[in-house]
């Protein structure tokens, strides 16, 4: 590739596999981060954005300056506002009220129409879904349901599972992630347990999310709320496979943002609540699993989307 002939989206992807060697110094397995929030738009959430769009074209179901809709925590909003910019297209993403100002902040920079919705059930059809769908027909926008579309899935089984057993040398012991739509799980999932039977695919589901009773109802039937944001829900997203999973960690916030500052601050990575959430899963993983490899855990998106937190601010207090 002619590099001065590539847009931004030819970088997306290819995200490097760091070692964390003090977090994990005890631990029987070696435990890699891979590192999504070093994407351009600075989250995992960039690959999916892509994907989506570029079958949409393909299918010729995006005509030009058309506009794109999309229910978003925030971090898939940032990435199809990059593929909006190259693209020529617009963006309205509907946010549930709980995300963080920088996020909105973020997505209102990049010239994101943005529409607030009420922390709502998904039953309810003020849930941020639902708004998008509603959105989507009266206005005659593309919706790029996220939570329902398959190029979701098929990027990461096509392009972050192989990244990884490359990474690791064709070796994997486990794969740890939550499921915010479920794409990532799922698509990883797939991929690495077709060419390794032994693999462990992990969910880590924040204390107050139902997903990890539904996926293994062995576990607590709570749902409530919880402050880490993007992961977690009460239902199935209709992409997830929760078949591909093999055990579920429970993690609440306390745990996820302790682990948040031990991450910048013990191993130089600027990550977000979820990648505390998926390391203090990793580590009891590392600790409690038989695995024939290292552990590979999702860290997947910036802390630049948390500055005006509480948990973040309270960083500097200590």
């Known amino acids: 590739m002619n590099r001065h002939s590539s847009t931004i989206l030819n970088h997306i992807g290819h995200t490097p596999l760091v070692l964390l060697k003090r977090l994990a110094v005890n631990a029987t397995v070696p435990i890699f981060g891979k590192?999504?929030?070093?994407?351009?738009?600075g989250s995992v959430k960039d690959r999916i954005a892509l994907a989506i769009v570029d079958d949409a074209e393909q299918r010729g179901l995006l005509r030009p300056g058309a506009t794109l809709i999309e229910a978003t925590a925030g971090n898939t909003g940032v990435g199809l506002a990059l593929v909006a910019a190259v693209r020529g297209?617009?963006?309205v993403c509907v946010m549930?009220?709980?995300m963080s100002q920088d996020k909105r902040g973020a997505l209102a920079a990049?010239?994101?129409?943005i529409v607030m919705a009420p922390n709502a059930p998904p039953q309810d059809p003020n849930n941020f879904q639902n708004m998008a769908r509603r959105l989507a027909t009266e206005n005659g926008w593309f919706l790029t349901d996220q939570f329902a579309n398959p190029a979701n899935v098929r990027v990461h089984e096509l392009t972050t599972g192989p990244e990884i057993l490359e990474q690791c040398g064709g070796r994997v012991g486990a794969f740890v992630a939550g499921v915010g739509t479920g794409?990532?799980?799922t698509g990883v999932g797939r991929y690495l347990k077709r060419l390794l039977p032994t693999v462990k695919i992990v969910l880590a589901d924040p204390i107050g999310s139902r997903l990890a009773h539904l996926v293994s109802p062995e576990q607590p039937d709570v749902d409530s709320s919880y402050q880490v944001e993007g992961i977690g829900g009460s239902a199935i997203p209709a992409i997830f496979d929760p078949s591909v999973v093999d055990a579920v960690v429970r993690v609440s916030d306390e745990e996820s943002f302790a682990m948040v500052r031990r991450l910048l601050r013990e191993e130089g990575l600027l990550v977000g609540g979820t990648s505390g959430t998926a390391v203090v899963a990793a580590l009891g993983v590392a600790e409690n699993l038989q695995l024939k490899g290292p552990v590979v855990v999702m860290l997947a998106d910036s802390w630049d989307r948390y500055y005006t937190k509480p948990w973040m601010r309270g960083f500097a207090e200590t």
């Open 35 to 41: 590192c999504e929030y070093l994407n351009p738009g």
């Open 89 to 91: 297209y617009s963006l």
């Open 96 to 98: 549930p009220e709980k």
């Open 110 to 113: 990049l010239g994101a129409g």
């Open 183 to 185: 794409g990532t799980i």
